[in-house]
């Protein structure tokens, strides 16, 4: 009689061992290597900027969610993360209180408004980064290396720099984006440990370099100058605002390369990556609709 | 007396039209960049408004049923001539800020949707009545959008400094997206406060009950 009486539950029947909390730590710690060559090339400033946005993006996202009398998630990570890839993607001689109000506003703006983890359509991150450039345009352009202004390579023509400085990150540009070496550490280490889908970096830096050579620009300079790796691998990949299915990743990554292209060719702006993948995070959900995989066992001829 | 004083009063607050209605939203995010241009676009709007009212209640009866809304526009974007061939020639800056949104005047939301809802079927004195309330809900929505995004997208109001010089303007604020945003804002708030008076109102029923 026993074997008869079975358990009823909604799927999901099998459950992985991670957690949010999980996930956003691993996250946090394929930041690292970036944020130690951010503090390697540009000092104290890489601290201070990624510090105190993410004790901002923290604070703000627990007074949000005290006010709208939810439970407040904070030790889940994500708004420490929103904190530190907002932090890392501005330049370094941003002033502190503007990196304060930037966290703050991706969070309420791009995030609680929205509903919390989850139910934001387009990475807090990007739309903090987003709002600073609108608002401050010239503090958020002002690029030094070595505390001297100079422009980034991209208003520059490739042939000024080298590949290995680009690589390494000897280059101006904002803190986090210039290592393209700690940058894949970083992805390696979140590919590893399965947090990272690699179609989205592939599709993405691949529609570059092809869009590029076509073109008649050098590929490995537009993949490696810019905030474009950094993007790829940690702005591209957020598990929230990217579309869930692998076929839909491919088009995500193709499509925010096509913008980027474009921007970068011929836009007025020298960097396009924010609104690339803004506009992508908007037609995630489209995306997601018409990239449904097959129902099992529907959809199918008979003795096909 | 009792009607004159509701129909006015309805659209200061409780039917704002920005703020509780949510029609006529192009011009309120289009030009309220600076508090002037809020203030000077709620007040051409309610000065049509109230005259398109006027006349509408007026001939309601002349206008054949099936034909009535092509009436209504002939009748509004009369007024809405009258308006910018003053502006053009008296207050020629204001008129090139309002730019198009003025002759747009004319299919505006608020303005057709008080013909058709109200003017149409109500007597002339009314119909006046709720035009003023609603054109002073438009003025006051308007103008304070106004206000919020010129003070901290440049630190100023109506054109004077009143932030301190050490303030630093937020660009954002006097461009799109910070239309969006001041205006969902203020959505939030009138809603709060409407939605505390409703329970304030509904409680002190349950007592004297």
Redesign the interface.
């Known amino acids: 009689m026993e074997e008869t009486r079975f358990k009823i539950s909604p799927s999901p029947h099998i459950r992985d061992e991670d957690s949010t909390q999980n996930i956003m730590l691993t996250v946090v710690v394929a930041l690292l290597p970036v944020w130690i060559a951010a503090t390697y090339f540009f000092g104290f400033d890489s601290i201070r900027l990624v510090v105190l946005s993410s004790l901002s993006a923290i604070i703000t996202e627990a007074i949000c969610q005290k006010l709208r009398k939810r439970p407040v998630t904070v030790w889940d990570g994500s708004a420490l993360i929103t904190g530190m890839l907002l932090g890392l993607s501005v330049p370094p001689t941003l002033?502190s209180w503007?990196i304060v109000f930037g966290a703050a506003v991706a969070i309420i703006?791009g995030k609680q408004?929205f509903g919390g983890l989850g139910g934001n359509p387009f990475n807090p991150a990007l739309v903090g980064r987003a709002?600073l450039v609108?608002?401050?345009?010239s503090p958020m352009s002002k690029w030094t290396i070595d505390g001297i202004t100079t422009a980034t390579p991209l208003m520059e023509s490739a042939g000024n720099f080298a590949y290995h400085e680009l690589f390494f990150g000897n280059i101006a540009g904002s803190i986090g984006e210039t290592s393209a070496f700690a940058i894949l550490l970083g992805g390696i280490f979140m590919y590893y440990r399965g947090v990272l889908d690699y179609r989205m970096p592939v599709s993405f830096l691949g529609t570059v370099a092809i869009l590029s050579i076509l073109l008649g620009q050098d590929p490995i300079f537009q993949i490696l100058s810019g905030s474009l790796l950094f993007a790829a691998i940690f702005m591209a990949s957020d598990l929230v605002t990217t579309p869930v299915t692998p076929k839909g990743r491919w088009i995500f990554g193709i499509g925010a390369g096509v913008i980027l292209t474009v921007i970068r060719t011929w836009g007025s702006l020298p960097e396009g990556v924010t609104y690339s993948i803004l506009l992508m995070n908007a037609a995630t959900p489209l995306i997601n609709r018409y990239t449904r995989p097959r129902i099992y066992g529907r959809g199918v001829k008979a003795n096909g | 007396m009792k009607h004159f004083y509701s129909d006015f009063i309805k659209g200061l607050w409780r039917e704002n039209p920005t703020f509780r209605l949510l029609i006529g939203l192009c011009p309120t995010l289009a030009v309220t960049n600076n508090a002037l241009g809020g203030f000077s676009m709620g007040v051409s709007t309610a000065f049509v408004l109230i005259l398109s009212s006027t006349m509408i209640s007026l001939v309601k009866h002349l206008i054949p049923d099936k034909v009535r809304i092509p009436a209504y526009i002939v009748l509004i974007a009369t007024f809405v001539t009258i308006l910018e061939l003053f502006m053009n020639a008296y207050l020629p800056a204001i008129y090139a800020q309002l730019g198009i949104f003025l002759p747009l005047i004319v299919v505006n939301c608020i303005i057709l949707g008080r013909a058709e809802a109200f003017a149409s079927k109500m007597p002339v004195s009314r119909s006046i009545f709720d035009a003023l309330g609603m054109g002073f809900g438009i003025i006051w929505a308007l103008t304070s959008i106004g206000i919020m995004r010129e003070l901290f997208g440049t630190g100023q109001v109506f054109g004077f400094q009143v932030m301190p010089s050490s303030f630093?303007p937020?660009?954002?604020?006097t461009?799109a997206?910070g239309a969006f945003?001041t205006l969902?804002t203020a959505v939030a708030i009138v809603t709060y406060i409407s939605d505390r008076i409703a329970k304030k109102h509904a409680k002190g029923k349950k007592a004297t009950e």
Request: glycine share 12%.
């Open positions: 002033p503007m703006v408004l709002i609108i608002s401050f345009p | 630093e937020i660009g954002m604020m461009a997206p945003i969902g």
